[in-house]
Nanobody, 122 residues
Framework: QVRLVESGGGLVQTGGSRRLSCAAS????????MGWYRQAPGKQRELVAT????????YADSVKGRFTISRDDNAKNTVYLQMNSLKSEDTAVYYC???????????????WGQGTQVTVSS
């Protein structure tokens, strides 16, 4: 069983910063990539940023230059999302996701965290 646990959400003022963390635990062989997605009220879940096991990153246009995704150098199963210059439109539930190889012979499976609320308010 693979578990993703997010933390770091909360209320932040417009223009402020927040760092989200996501730690993967359980029994598995490797994690191919980890990412952050978000879902605002009444909207579909959308990609925010992803990072591969090799360190390649990808960002949604709406967050480029403001958000940074990174992985812990020591604990490769932990990913962060540093969010700067936050705007009201960044308000959403942020979900951590990972593509995990559970067994050496298995395919990659998608896992999701429970989500953490980020509210940006003036």
């Amino acid at each position: 069983q693979v578990r993703l646990v997010e933390s770091g959400g909360g209320l932040v003022q417009t223009g402020g910063s927040r760092r989200l963390s996501c730690a993967a635990s359980g029994s598995f062989v490797s994690i191919n990539y980890m990412g952050w997605y978000r879902q605002a009220p009444g909207k579909q879940r959308e990609l925010v940023a992803t990072i591969t096991s090799g360190g390649s990153t990808n960002y949604a246009d709406s967050v480029k230059g403001r958000f940074t995704i990174s992985r812990d150098d020591n604990a490769k199963n932990t990913v962060y999302l540093q969010m700067n210059s936050l705007k009201s439109e960044d308000t959403a539930v942020y979900y951590c996701s990972a593509k995990v190889k559970v067994y050496a012979w298995s395919s990659l499976y998608d896992y999701w965290g429970q989500g953490t609320q980020v509210t940006v308010s003036s």
